[in-house]
DNA sequence: GTCTATAACTCGATAGAC
DNA sequence: GTCTATCGAGTTATAGAC
């Protein structure tokens, strides 16, 4: 019995991990059944007694993976922190987070671009982050005088911007630029204090 | 004849134009051949008249999507015009370019990411953008003390990743913001000179 | 729970009439 | 040059044995 049931989580989480391996690598159309099975070391049949089909199996790691890559901008900014202190725990945290998952950004990107509405709404849950903080500490700086006045909707896409970006354009950018894998990597983790100090140096008077 | 003429010409281009459509929405896993002959207004089999299968005609709108996507950069940064207005024109001549194609850079990019190696061939055929020039000049302002010390790599990402990035996380930024399309669309022209001069503020001494 | 075998279906591609 | 009809490969999904 205790042998059950350790085969059955054992083969979920295989599952999951293969599957997410594989969607997150090839999207959901370029994904197929048999190489999340392969990937499992299962055959076929198995996922779908897991999981009844393959957009079922899709949608619990879509969901996932954009549950992890997104709110995570939620918890940063409404976090109990200073103005400066946000900016810097976001770019740091948020780089930090997809240096591990590489592949991310494109995949909840891409997949969010195709079927927006039903995607956002999946994500969400109806909560979207409240950014209504982080804008009122931006506007007391400004009005005190500390950093240039600067549109707050520009200033959180350029943040976002810098710190996902390159993973993206990581092809482009390696091949415009010259560089290698472990150039590229060792950019990105000076990224993570470069973003937040190009930022300053923009908005500071 | 001339009416012969004029109907291939026309059902050719008809065809390009609507597999432009398609793979640049869908991507070359989700078009369809049904999608691309719908849209077109004829049939499945017209198209394998005009192109051999799907992967030339995929080819053609690809390379055609990414020359007119990726070699811009080369254009603007060989240019004979000097460190500061180079920034400006790139910012202000990407923006408007992709305002006009704003599904292109998900589409390029993507592809890319899953054929690094032929699709990178496939674009620049050889001849990179030679960027010595403009880090060049870059060295120079820093060398003159008139900008702080930074690297070009660095600056060339923020540059581009701030004019990019706005449209391929174009859904969740619209989410996340609560801001409509009109909306984004009107911050985006603003981006075309808010971009540059956040550049400016954050390198200048 | 896990497997093999196969049904059911999607989609790119071709044959052949007009 | 354009169409209808259909084939055949590749995939998702199911049946049924163990």
Redesign the interface.
Known sequence: MVKKKETDAGTEQKILAAAKKVFVK?????ARMQDIADEAGINKALLHYYFRNKEKLFEQIFAESAGRF?PK?KAILIADTGFYEKIESFCGEYIDMVMQNP?LP?F???E???Q?AA??KKI?KGS??D?SKFIGQMQEEIKAGRI?P??P??L???M???C???F??????S?????SDTQFMT?ME??KK??PK??F???RK
Chains 1, 2 share one sequence.
């Open positions: 090839k999207g959901m159309d370029g997104i901008v592949y494109m909840v990107m891409n969010l671009q195709k927006p995607m956002i969400f979207l982050p950014l240039k600067i549109h909707a520009h959180i896409m350029n976002m911007s810098m996902i970006f390159p993206i354009g990581r092809p482009m950018l091949a415009v630029m010259g560089i950019a000076e990224r470069a973003v190009f930022i140096d923009a908005i």
